[in-house]
């Protein structure tokens, strides 16, 4: 079974210093990934997509930026975080197609003071 | 533009009375549909989807959706609700957009249960 994990699960930055947030899928090879952030109280705003290692799109501009070294690899980072980068982030991957469903991790609450 | 709409933020009920959760979506094509459930501070759990055939789609923990072209509506129902079913409900559109597929979720619809 494919099971998909993030780490770390809370964290707490500073302004200005930088975001590593890593996503990881087992059981399952060359996903589509994506990484979404959820706002309070809002809904979830895809941020980045990804169709295989080294190809990533992203959704909208924005001070994050993502990677994928490798085919179950998902990365997501920032060189100076913003107040306005505090959110649940969440992956999820995702077979080829539109009738495919997505499979989200457990999400990573991320607060920047 | 493909876009989802939930038209309830807030809703609450009794335990053990009906629920609907309301849904419509806006896209050109035959849409591939989808219900996720959000408990706090956890993942979307895929609650059932539609891709074709059978109008009326079960899925787990009791809840089943009923999709109607017509009413461009995807609404979400369970006939007697727990306690524990109390949480954050996300209706999607699934979309092909650069080759990949692509979820459009609608706002959520964040459902409390009285005793």
């Known amino acids: 079974s494919q099971t998909i994990h993030q780490w770390p699960a809370t964290l707490v930055q500073p302004v200005g210093s930088p975001l590593s947030l890593e996503c990881t899928v087992e059981?399952?090879?060359?996903?589509?990934l994506y990484w979404y952030r959820q706002a309070a109280g809002r809904g979830l705003q895809l941020l980045f997509y990804?169709?295989?290692?080294?190809?990533i799109s992203s959704e909208v501009p924005q001070n994050l930026s993502a990677s994928r070294p490798q085919d179950r690899q998902f990365i997501l980072s920032s060189k100076k975080l913003l107040l306005s980068d505090s959110g649940f982030y969440l992956c999820?991957?995702?077979?080829?197609?539109?009738?495919?469903?997505?499979?989200f991790g457990p999400g990573t609450r991320l607060t920047v003071l | 533009a493909q876009s989802v709409t939930q038209p309830d933020i807030h809703i609450t009920v009794s335990e053990g009375a009906s629920l609907e959760l309301r849904c419509n979506y806006s896209?050109?094509?035959?849409?591939?549909l989808f219900w996720y459930v959000q408990s706090p501070g956890q993942g979307l759990q895929l609650l059932l989807k539609?891709?074709?055939?059978?109008?009326l789609v079960q899925g787990i923990k009791g809840f089943e959706a009923e999709f109607k072209r017509s009413q461009s509506s995807f609404n979400l129902r369970k006939p007697s609700v727990h306690w524990s079913d109390a949480a954050e409900y996300f209706c999607?559109?699934?979309?092909?957009?650069?080759?990949?597929?692509?979820?459009?979720f609608g706002a959520g619809t964040r459902l409390a249960v009285h005793p």
């Open positions: 999820a991957w995702s077979r080829q197609g539109a009738s495919n469903e997505q499979f």
């Open positions: 059981g399952t090879s060359n996903p589509n």
């Open positions: 990804s169709v295989g290692i080294g190809q």
């Open positions: 896209y050109g094509a035959t849409p591939y």
């Open positions: 539609y891709f074709s055939g059978d109008t």
């Open positions: 999607a559109v699934g979309t092909i957009s650069g080759g990949y597929n692509k979820l459009i």
